[in-house]
């Protein structure tokens, strides 16, 4: 019985392999690099956003004002939008200005509505905190852009992201005495691409003012004299606290 019992099973692992054999399904021999490519889907793309470009001009001036300072002159301190006591600004953007490569044009014509609505305005409250400075920026200096309301104010943001606070600025909670110029490099380091010669560090009563940096229509970094000459000579400055 067991030789039987044997045969039985060699001839039923025999037929089990001409089973597999048969059922097995061919492998596709491996694509060519070619073929690879012609079935497989195609990358994944977005398209850049497209940045409007203003004329009339040679270039911008982007100002970002230390609130701080501004909050402790007259007549800032009146001013409850940016200074109230519930109001914790650092660098705000005070306006973006065309300009040309000597003097800058201000107020210009336009059919455009002189006066900013709420829709547009207070879309940039967290970075230009001011009903009031917004509709005066737009008056002097937006209407001579080129650009609509919508526009100007999104190439605003659009340059303010542009740049990189230095990290010193991000944390000052207690007041600070700096350098002008280390203040400078400290912008300089943070913002690779920018050039010494297309920012200006400026100052108030002792105090950290404005930085102003130049950009071209598209928002690259450029030099500028005429703002470069802007920078504070003191040796060294104060940096109010945020709150």
């Known amino acids: 019985m067991s030789r039987y019992a044997g045969f039985i099973a060699l001839a039923f692992l025999a037929l089990a392999a001409l089973a597999y054999t048969l059922l097995k399904p061919e492998e596709a021999p491996p694509l060519s690099p070619a073929q690879q490519e012609s079935v497989a889907p195609p990358p994944a793309t977005t398209s850049p956003v497209k940045l409007p470009l203003g004329t009339g001009f040679d270039y911008y001036v982007l100002a970002l004002s230390w609130s701080p300072t501004f909050c402790s002159l007259n007549p800032g301190g009146g001013n409850r939008d940016q200074c109230g006591p519930s109001k914790n600004y650092g660098l705000v953007v ?145 940096i109010p606290p945020r709150r």
């Open 94 to 238: 005070h306006g973006l200005w065309p300009q040309f490569e000597r003097g800058y044009p201000e107020s210009c014509p336009t059919d455009a509505a002189q006066r900013v609505p709420e829709s547009v305005g207070r879309s940039m409250l967290d970075i230009m905190p001011s009903m009031g400075l917004i509709g005066h920026e737009w008056r002097k200096h937006g209407t001579c852009s080129g650009l609509s309301q919508a526009d100007y104010f999104a190439v605003t943001r659009a340059a303010y992201e542009k740049v990189t606070a230095p990290a010193a600025l991000a944390t000052v909670r207690k007041e600070t005495r700096i350098s002008p110029a280390v203040l400078e490099s400290q912008f300089l380091d943070a913002n690779r691409s920018l050039d010494a010669r297309g920012i200006a560090v400026t100052c108030e009563d002792g105090k950290l003012d404005e930085i102003q940096i130049c950009l071209t229509k598209d928002l690259e970094f450029r030099t500028c004299q005429d703002v470069d000459r802007n920078s504070c000579r003191q040796q060294s400055i104060t």
